[in-house]
Nanobody, 126 residues
Framework: QVQLMESGGGSVQAGGSLRLSCAAS????????MGWFRQAPGKEREGVAA???????KYSDSVKGRFTISRDNAKNTLYLQMNSLKPEDTAMYYC????????????????????WGQGTQVTVSS
């Protein structure tokens, strides 16, 4: 059974940083695409970043240059380093996994992720 558990969310001021973590279990972690999507109240799900063990990584235009996704296959853990945070980054952030689709597709179509966690809230104040 696939389990994804996010941590690291919180409240920061604009310009600040946060690091999200996602502990994965119950599947062959290294063979899946892993990523993050976010959803703010009243808004559609938005793909943030995704990566695969083959090195392919994709970011949304809204976070490129500010966020960095990384994965530690030995620890079955996914990270999202978020720098230069903006109020528009405020949302619930979800860790997600998919066995068949690549990062480019998943960032563009975050509904394509097969599994996701409960989410962690990120709030950025101006």
């Amino acid at each position: 059974q696939v389990q994804l558990m996010e941590s690291g969310g919180g409240s920061v001021q604009a310009g600040g940083s946060l690091r999200l973590s996602c502990a994965a279990s119950g599947y062959s972690y290294s063979s899946y695409s892993m990523g993050w999507f976010r959803q703010a109240p009243g808004k559609e799900r938005e793909g943030v970043a995704a990566t695969h063990s083959d090195g392919h990584t994709k970011y949304s235009d809204s976070v490129k240059g500010r966020f960095t996704i990384s994965r530690d296959n030995a620890k079955n853990t996914l990270y999202l380093q978020m720098n230069s945070l903006k109020p528009e980054d405020t949302a619930m952030y979800y860790c997600a996994a998919d066995k068949t689709r690549g990062p480019g597709y998943l960032v563009r179509y975050p509904g394509g992720f097969e599994y996701w966690g409960q989410g962690t809230q990120v709030t950025v104040s101006s």
